[in-house]
């Protein structure tokens, strides 16, 4: 089966600093995609970023960049220059090709970032 | 700006009330899902459902069940609920492609007393 691992359940770290999230996963597919969502205490899950697993290249929307390892499996969220509000739960979510061709996101267990200032 | 609503942010029921969940999405998706989320385990996928009508069970759909009979509307119905069904409840629709992004709503914390 398809697995998602978020092995951070908490990080620290200072304001302006960079951090990073770390996602591994399990697949046999030779293609699929990794997404990453940001967990307010609002509640409401908001789309970060998005990597093809055919992607050249490293994923990048503003201040959140992806460093995808394809060998090793595994899609770590950077959050460059943090910020307050970049306090929340993040979550890594993988929707498995296998799946008979529906779009079931698979979602790791998420990691709670605390950026102090 | 696109928008899925979720008819109630809290909800309290009592063990045994059938109980109805409603998620609106205004964005003409063809997917929708329903998501239960506890400490420590993410979020499981209960039902979804890719077209009118369509349902297909997600990863812990007992206990649960579905209705969609309009496009923009789908329900998540406890038929007898019981407090282990106690957690946040996370609606999301999107597009029919399988990169595509999911939306959420704000979800709906259920607590069965």
């Known amino acids: 089966a398809q697995k998602i691992t978020q092995t951070q359940p908490g990080m620290f770290v200072q304001e302006k600093e960079a951090v990073t999230l770390d996602c591994t996963y399990d697949t046999s597919d030779q293609s699929y995609g990794l997404f990453w969502y940001k967990q307010p205490s609002s509640g409401e899950m908001i789309f970060l970023i998005y990597?093809?697993?055919?992607?050249?290249q490293n994923a990048t929307e503003g201040r959140y960049s992806l460093n995808f390892q394809k060998a090793r499996k595994s899609a770590n969220l950077v959050i460059s220059a943090s910020q307050l509000g970049d306090s929340a739960m993040y979550f890594c979510a993988f929707p498995p090709y296998g799946g008979g061709g529906f779009q079931k996101l698979v979602f790791g267990t998420g990691t709670r970032l605390l950026v102090s200032p | 700006d696109v928008k899925v609503t979720q008819s109630s942010r809290y909800l309290v029921k009592r063990t045994g009330e059938k109980v109805f969940l409603e998620c609106v999405q205004d964005m003409d998706h063809e997917n929708m899902f329903w998501y239960r989320q506890d400490p420590g385990l993410g979020l499981r996928l209960i039902y979804f459902?890719?077209?009118?009508?369509?349902?297909e069970k997600g990863d812990i759909p007992e206990g649960y069940s579905v209705s969609r009979e309009k496009k923009e509307r789908f329900s998540l119905i406890l038929e007898s609920a019981s407090t282990n069904q106690t957690s946040m409840y996370l609606c999301?629709?999107?597009?029919?492609?399988?990169?595509?992004?999911?939306?959420f709503g704000s979800g709906t914390q259920l607590s069965v007393l």
């Open positions: 990597q093809g697993s055919y992607d050249e």
């Open positions: 999301a629709s999107s597009f029919g492609q399988i990169n595509e992004k999911l939306f």
């Open positions: 459902s890719y077209d009118v009508k369509m349902k």
